[in-house]
């Protein structure tokens, strides 16, 4: 008996999709952050303009200074508020830091039921903030 429920266990187990949890959700924003922060470093480090891309239906961020990709998981809905002109140029899906730090901002939400995150990018300082958002 005992063999036959160990037997469904391991048959049914893997079956049932395993959400997001709140605290998971925390450090998936702590991730974008950390690699939207290392976006801006490298701008002010090598006094040139780097370009965060921000592809929210695939709920993909992609690190314009090493190319570092963060796919985040299909339970996660992914918002983006992104500025549509950068200086005097149009952009699409980026978030632009400049070499004095400073940036055309943006703010990412990260949201599952009951649970949502967003990170702040301060158009002006270029710094970058995750707050507990809504749901």
Known sequence: MLAIIALLAAIVLPAIPRATSRARLEAYALDVA???T??????????TQVATRVVAPARLIVSGSN?????????VAVDA???ARCGDRPVVGTINFFATGSSCGGVIALRRPGAGY??????????????????
């Open 67 to 75: 190319g570092r990709q963060l796919r985040l998981p299909d339970d």
């Open 81 to 83: 508020l992104l500025a």
């Open 38 to 47: 290392q976006d801006r470093n490298a701008a002010v480090r090598g006094r």
């Open 118 to 135: 967003e990170v702040r990018v301060n158009w002006l300082t270029g710094g970058v903030e995750v707050v507990a958002g809504t749901p």
């Open 34 to 36: 950390a690699l939207i």
